[in-house]
């Protein structure tokens, strides 16, 4: 199915209002009133669940039985982490270990 031009502007102006709704929606419900404790507590342990759940599965499919099955991995993720302690910048660990990967796998571990 090919989609005119009208229906991709359509389907883009949808999904961009359902993401504004979405990050609204929490200030429209807290509006003028104090955020629940339990609220509070999702805020500060539900992004660190979701970031170990997504480290879990990206390194699931880990082969221990070469080195390239999975040094560039391990490599790629001890980069990553420290590169997020020493700046504290997700931008950078993210862009420095996939950086980091790309190149182990395609030049080192050929």
Same mark, same amino acid.
């Given at each position: 199915?090919?989609?005119?031009?009208?229906?991709?502007?359509?389907?883009?102006?949808?999904?961009?209002?359902?993401?504004?709704?979405?990050?609204?929606?929490?200030?429209?419900?807290?509006?003028?009133?104090?955020?629940?404790?339990?609220?509070?507590?999702?805020?500060?342990?539900?992004?660190? @669940?979701?970031?170990? #759940?997504?480290?879990?599965?990206?390194? !699931? %499919?880990?082969?221990?039985? &070469?080195?390239? /099955?999975?040094?560039?991995?391990?490599? @790629?993720?001890?980069? #990553?982490?420290?590169?997020?302690?020493? !700046? %504290?910048?997700?931008?950078? &660990?993210?862009? /420095?270990?996939?950086?980091?990967?790309?190149?182990?796998?395609?030049?080192?571990?050929?």
């Amino acid at each position: 199915m090919v989609l005119t031009p009208t229906q991709s502007i359509i389907i883009i102006a949808i999904c961009a209002l359902c993401t504004l709704l979405e990050r609204a929606f929490p200030f429209l419900i807290f509006r003028g009133k104090e955020v629940p404790e339990i609220v509070r507590y999702l805020g500060r342990v539900l992004p660190m @669940a979701i970031m170990a #759940t997504l480290v879990m599965y990206c390194l !699931k %499919g880990i082969s221990f039985s &070469s080195a390239a /099955g999975f040094a560039p991995m391990l490599i @790629a993720s001890a980069l #990553t982490a420290l590169l997020h302690i020493w !700046k %504290g910048n997700t931008m950078l &660990s993210i862009f /420095g270990g996939t950086v980091c990967y790309m190149l182990l796998v395609q030049m080192v571990f050929v």
